[in-house]
């Protein structure tokens, strides 16, 4: 069984301040992803990371993805309190055109204050 | 585009009760969902994948005569939570892929459904 560790799994920061989460495994994954959720909602998908040391930036977020397809990192630069929520992220088994499941990281908590 | 709708977004029912949930995708095809159960502070659990025109894949420790699921069209899927009891309250949510296109594609999410058994 495949398992994603997440970390931290709480973060709390001022506004301003650099951040970084981190998602490792001991197995190789397809592809991983990063989603967002907010209190009583589904996550909403930020990012898909598929290629060895990819790396791909949404505004001030960045997603670089293992060489080794093992691990993640996601890196907040001047956080803000719009950017509180729980971070998930997911590596996808399977490969071609097989639709793996996704195997979650425990999530991270984060709070931004003003 | 990619949407996926659930409904309803919360239930609140007696023990006993027998709840369906829908999980809809709105703008394209899904050959396969996926229904996950999140309890309080944690992650998703994988509960099962549904797959169009087939039998749900059960994921272990899931009762599958007690999580019901049909998934009788390539944009529609239910999980029936049959004789619901308290321990049963959770968040539930589905997800899509669209069917076909590249094989890395990920897994639109609904918004989830809050089912709460008094």
């Known amino acids: 069984t495949q398992l994603l560790e997440q970390s931290p799994q709480f973060l709390s920061i001022q506004e301003g301040e650099n951040l970084t989460v981190y998602c490792n495994s001991s197995?190789?994954?397809?592809?991983l992803q990063w989603y967002r959720q907010e209190p009583g909602e589904g996550p909403v998908l930020l990012v898909t990371?598929?290629?060895?040391?990819e790396v791909k930036k949404l505004k001030r977020l960045t997603f670089q993805f293992g060489d080794a397809r093992k691990d993640s990192s996601l890196h907040i630069t001047a956080a803000q309190p719009g950017d509180t929520g729980l971070y998930l992220c997911a590596g996808a088994e399977g490969y071609g055109g097989s639709q793996g499941n996704l195997i979650f990281g425990k999530g991270t908590k984060l709070s931004v204050k003003p | 585009g990619a949407v996926v709708s659930q409904h309803p977004s919360r239930v609140i029912c007696k023990s006993g009760t027998s709840v369906k949930i829908e999980c809809r995708s709105l703008d394209f095809q899904a050959t396969t969902m996926f229904w996950y159960r999140q309890f309080p502070k944690q992650s998703l659990m994988l509960m099962a994948t549904s797959n169009e025109g087939s039998k749900a894949t059960y994921e272990q420790g899931v009762e599958k005569d007690k999580f019901l699921i049909n998934h009788a069209s390539l944009t529609l899927s239910t999980l029936t939570v049959t004789s619901a009891h308290p321990e049963d309250s959770s968040f539930y949510i589905c997800s899509a892929i669209p069917t076909g296109g590249w094989s890395n594609q990920p897994q639109h999410f609904g918004d989830g459904t809050r089912l709460s058994i008094l």
């Open positions: 990371v598929v290629t060895g040391g």
């Open positions: 197995s190789v994954f397809s592809s």
